[in-house]
């Protein structure tokens, strides 16, 4: 048990030894400005001048004035100003913000036109700069992890002002192949942090790195200033868990919705193969009604003609009725007359009585009892 005390005390001794704090921490990285050398070193790459050209920096109070109470407040990270009279307000923001494009341009307009006093003339304005450096990924799109924003003319392309600039720096973006000491990536890149002896390999060979890393190293061992950058750090890892909390129920919510939404569609989709298959229906009952209509016609004339019909069987049956009457008494008539005949021949003498009862179909006794 003693042995294992030891190895503890050991590995918390060697971990203390390796502790450093993370510049993209917001509090580590207002401390690391507060180097006038630092400072003068990473805004020199900002602006692309030597460290010479830069001159003197001043800090400056980090609260824009107001107009009026209704205004909104202005805050700054690091708000420098430059001998030649450029402001810069430099921002470190380590948990993703919504419209941060809006609020740093807000920001931007509010250092800008907080310059002049009532009366002063605008020939006193000085170019003002923002720079936000982002330890997360805001423009999804790309891979820039280093861009400038000025105000430009659309029509030609000619630069409008260049008192107005924004610069964002995607510590998450930086590429793994840049090893230079010098240049704005190789700020990015100690800014993002690391273990104790990369961030010492990365400020090799550039002087205000260096000193950087030294104020690095002095305040990790000040446990006055180590304190309130762990309560700093538990702060926002503690509004990052809220933030992912966040980000996660809205999720949920996105994917409920985006479920109800394909629901939605499939009842929509459905319900047009419905309509459609009415559609069909309503058609296919159209042309039924139309074709019942055209058979109760066809049945009408069929009625008709059945009538039509009936009524000529009436009349060919009366008229057959008439024609077997008229035959019959035509026949009727010829045999009487064939039967006159006969009697006629045998008054004449020329058919003897025998003769006479056998051409008139009856016996000689009913010829006779004919003649009386």
């Known amino acids: 048990m003693e042995r ?3 190895e503890n005390r050991t590995t918390a001794a060697i971990s203390e030894e390796e502790f450093i704090m993370k510049p993209y921490i917001d509090w580590c990285f207002k401390e690391l400005m507060r180097n006038p050398n630092t400072r003068r070193g990473f805004i020199a790459e900002l602006l692309e001048f030597s460290p010479e050209q830069i001159g003197n920096t001043i800090i400056l109070e980090n609260e824009l004035p107001k107009r009026s109470e209704e205004e909104k407040k202005g805050v700054l990270d690091v708000h420098v100003l430059l001998e030649n009279g450029t402001q810069l307000d430099i921002e470190m923001q380590v948990v993703y913000m ?6 740093s341009l807000f920001y931007l307009c509010k250092m800008f036109s907080s310059q002049l006093c009532k009366g002063e003339e605008y020939d006193r304005l000085q170019k003002c700069v923002h720079v936000s450096v982002l330890n997360f990924t805001y423009y999804k799109k790309d891979d820039i992890c280093y861009r400038k924003a000025q105000v430009y003319d659309k029509a030609t392309g000619e ?11 995607e510590l998450s973006k930086i590429p793994e192949e840049y090893h230079h000491p010098d240049g704005i990536i190789a700020w990015m890149k100690f800014f993002r942090g690391g273990k104790k002896e990369d961030l010492k390999e990365m400020a090799k060979g550039n002087t205000y790195l260096e000193e950087a890393y030294e104020d690095l190293m002095e305040m990790s061992q000040d446990e006055e200033k180590r304190r309130a950058y762990e309560a700093r750090e538990r702060a926002l890892r503690d509004q990052l868990s809220l933030q992912r909390q966040a980000e996660r129920a809205f999720q949920r919510m996105t994917n409920a919705q985006e479920k109800l939404e394909e629901i939605q569609g499939k009842l929509d989709e459905t319900q047009g193969k419905l309509d459609e298959t009415q559609g069909k229906l309503d058609e296919t009952q159209g042309k039924l009604d139309e074709t019942q209509g055209k058979l109760d016609e066809t049945q009408g004339k069929l009625d008709v003609a059945q009538d ?3 009524d000529m069987q009436e009349r060919f049956s009366e008229s057959q009725k008439q024609l077997e009457k008229a035959r019959a008494e035509k026949d009727a008539a010829h045999d009487q007359g064939r039967k006159d005949a006969v009697i006629e021949l045998y008054q004449k003498g020329f058919l003897n009585l025998e003769q006479a009862a056998s051409e008139y179909g009856i016996s000689i006794e009913d010829f006779r009892k004919l003649l009386v």
Request: charged fraction near 35%; proline fraction near 0%.
């Open 4 to 6: 294992n005390k030891m």
């Open 98 to 103: 919504e419209y941060w494009d809006d609020r």
């Open 159 to 169: 630069l409008y002002s260049d008192k107005l600039e924004l610069q964002i720096l």
């Open 308 to 310: 039509n019909l009936t």
